[in-house]
């Protein structure tokens, strides 16, 4: 088994790309776009994990070891395949699924891609002894509550239901403009820099 490689990306498209490790390219698959994230020539290191199915051997990577274990603990939840557990992970980041599943928060599951109500009932259900409040930064505390409290906010939601995955989102969000309060104008703005991005 693969469980980790360093080395230079070597080419991208929507859904892999080829990094270069000692002369040999493998093709890492992600759950999200990475031309959103990273560029050909720039080092990279990886956590990895094989897929093995009876047509197709696939290399998942993720950016750290808490996103493969959070990939390894959806995949084990009645109804859930790997390429589904590693786009979640990858649209809402390890700590915000493992907040929602101590907060009980379905609302923030149901934001996750292909996950309806009977799938984040399970995931509820089956990850309820899964994860340790002690692993989580102070700042995302359990019982806190994730609603919608300012224009950015909103803005986010939004997009998540237009289809954009929440590490595109994050891409540009700092460089959304900080004062303003309209809604309609940041969704505006926001849409204009995702448009960049994927170009």
């Avoid at 309209?182 to 820099?193: F, R």
Wanted: charged letters at 25%.
């Amino acid at each position: 088994m693969i469980g980790y490689l360093t080395g230079k990306v070597f080419a991208l498209n929507a859904k892999s790309l080829i990094l270069m490790v000692g002369g040999v390219g493998y093709e890492l698959q992600f759950g999200c776009d990475p031309r959103v994230r990273f560029q050909v020539g720039e080092d990279l290191s990886v956590y990895t994990y094989t897929n093995v199915r009876e047509d197709a051997i696939e290399l998942y990577a993720f950016e750290t070891g808490r996103d493969r274990d959070v990939f390894h603990q959806l995949r084990s939840v009645t109804g859930i395949g790997a390429k589904s557990a590693v786009t979640m992970v990858a649209a809402a980041g390890a700590d915000e699924i493992i907040r929602a599943v101590l907060a009980k928060d379905e609302k923030a599951l149901l934001k996750l891609p292909g996950c309806g109500k009977k799938t984040a009932g399970r995931i509820l259900l089956e990850l309820e002894q899964a994860f340790d409040p002690a692993d989580l930064p102070e700042e995302w505390a359990p019982d806190q509550v994730v609603a919608p409290s300012s224009a950015l906010d909103v803005v986010t939601d939004a997009l998540l239901g237009l289809g954009y995955q929440m590490v595109e989102i994050e891409a540009v969000r700092p460089l959304l403009s900080k004062e303003e309060e309209n809604e309609s104008a940041l969704l505006k703005e926001a849409l204009t820099l995702l448009g960049k991005h994927r170009s």
